[in-house]
């Protein structure tokens, strides 16, 4: 996967600083890649309604 580079306002630093010191991350890469990750799951278990494993769906007749 390709880096995305971004600018960080002093806010969005300090923001990150708070999450990394807080999940006990060495960087603020790792904070934000946590961030994104956590707002990802939260997003899938409002659409699910439960913590739910996804699977590949596969039609009938098919294999792998």
Do not use: C, H, Y
Request: charged share 25%; hydrophobic share 40%; aromatic share 4%.
């Amino acid at each position: 996967m390709p880096d995305i580079e971004i600018q960080l306002t002093e806010q969005f630093a300090a923001m990150l600083e708070l999450v990394r010191q807080e999940q006990g991350l060495a960087t603020l890469q790792q904070a934000a890649e946590w961030l994104s990750k956590s707002g990802i799951r939260r997003t899938a278990e409002r659409m699910t309604g439960k913590r739910r494993a996804f699977k590949l769906v596969v039609p009938p007749g098919n294999k792998l």
